[in-house]
């Protein structure tokens, strides 16, 4: 499959996707293409650059920075060992960062671009399916603070992103799991077609076959995009794509960000709104809401405090299985398309817990036997 372009029209400037089947290796011409730079620091984690370092090493010019893995370094200490390198390289105005690795990397490295200097140009090369998909379009940057996620940041839009599903093989199922619920995301706020494809091509998906993980890629891309163009700087329609969002940082928050990864965080916090839309009434629906204050609350509690996570593991079976059992019963008579999407979060959001079958496993004959929708 040829590689695909797509732009992203944010305010006076655009940005460009470019995503392929192994167009990684060609990250220095593409470089070179959107006129990035002459001095190009890359920006990186341990993990990643194990990987994929050597390959990708040359579209930099010599300062790799690695800075540590995982959420709970998204922080402002992070961005400042960047800020350290490109001070001490000397890095100028005209200089970029190359932003290679998943979200954290992606939001860490895009903020010291957006600040360094009052500014300096960004590219991302997004290693996992989280990034590919979803957060390294649309130039939200930031880092979390103690007190809740992504409250310092900023908006710089990347020249250009190099998509490269190839990437993704070295990814953990977990991790690609995590993104895929970013998708499931699209699917049910903008594409009923992306949706159904994601649950029938499962399987295909989690064995990374090119063929089906390139259109999965390229569609949410789109999605996202035209999102972005429409409404950069989130004052209306952009919010569309914090579905599930709210409960989702909120347990992220409470579990110290060690816990839950992002788009499983997502994935409760969309269960959490289908089960809230459920609730014919208004007093019904607070009560859920006040329900669901609790189960988030009880879930931190036991993985925070007991250690153990049987108490999150039984409480995140139930609301899967429950969900489930009540979406079978009145979801898919009153609203078809709607059931049968909130089915499937629910089962993906319980498979977190480990109390319900990998999807790989689910159909929608099963989630739904006896019914074509
Ligand atoms: N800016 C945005 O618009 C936006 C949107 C969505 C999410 N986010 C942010 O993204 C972050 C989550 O991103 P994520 O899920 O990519 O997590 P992540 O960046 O922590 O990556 C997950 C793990 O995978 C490893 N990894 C990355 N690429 C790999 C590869 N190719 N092979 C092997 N291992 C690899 C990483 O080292 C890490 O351990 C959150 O902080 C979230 O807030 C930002």
New binding site residues.
């Given amino acids: 499959m040829e590689p695909v372009r797509v732009d992203v029209e944010a305010g006076a400037r655009t940005s460009t996707i470019w995503i392929g089947d192994g167009i990684s290796t060609q990250l220095s011409g593409l470089l070179d293409t959107a006129r990035l730079g002459a001095r190009r620091f890359l920006v990186s ?1 341990p ?2 650059w194990k ?2 370092g050597p390959a990708l090493e040359t579209a930099g010019t010599g300062n790799v920075t690695l800075i540590p ?3 709970r370094y ?1 922080n402002l200490q992070t961005v400042a060992r960047i800020y350290e390198s490109l001070i001490r390289a000397e890095a100028d105005r005209g200089s970029a960062l190359i932003a290679v ?7 860490v490295a ?1 903020f010291a671009a957006a600040t360094y200097l009052r500014g300096i140009a960004l590219a991302h090369v ?6 590919q998909v ?5 130039g ?3 880092v ?1 603070h103690q007190l809740g ?2 409250l310092i940041g900023s908006f710089h839009q990347p020249a250009v992103v190099v998509t490269d599903p190839r ?6 199922r977990r ?1 690609f799991r ?2 895929l619920y ?1 998708v499931v995301k699209y699917g049910m706020i903008a594409s009923r077609d992306l949706f159904e494809r994601v649950m029938r091509d499962t399987k295909a998906l989690f064995a990374r076959d090119p063929a089906v993980l390139m259109p999965v890629i390229i569609d949410s891309c789109r999605i996202k995009a035209d999102v972005v163009s429409a409404d950069e700087r989130e004052s209306g329609l952009r919010r569309v794509l914090n579905f599930g969002h709210t409960v989702g940082h909120a347990l992220e928050a409470i579990t110290k960000y060690r816990r839950f ?3 499983e965080a997502i994935a409760y916090g969309m269960l959490a709104y289908i089960l809230i839309q459920l609730i014919p009434h208004r007093r019904g629906r607070r009560a859920m809401v006040g329900a669901l204050a609790g189960l988030v609350l009880l879930i931190g509690f036991s993985r925070m405090f007991l250690g153990a996570h049987w108490l999150s593991d039984v409480v995140g079976g139930f609301a899967a299985g429950a969900c489930w059992l009540g979406l079978c019963i009145t979801a898919i008579e009153i609203i078809p398309g709607m059931g049968r999407a909130a089915g499937r979060v629910s089962l993906v959001a319980g498979e977190v817990v480990n109390r319900v079958p990998e999807p790989a496993a689910l159909t929608p004959q099963a989630v739904f036997p006896d019914k074509t929708l």
């Fill in positions: 984690n993990v990643v990987f994929h893995d995982g959420e998204k690795g998943g979200g954290v990397v992606g939001d895009g997004p290693t996992t399916l989280l990034a979803d957060s390294s379009i649309g939200k940057v930031g979390n996620k992504n990437l993704l093989g070295t990814l953990k991790e995590s993104g970013e990864r992002h788009g």
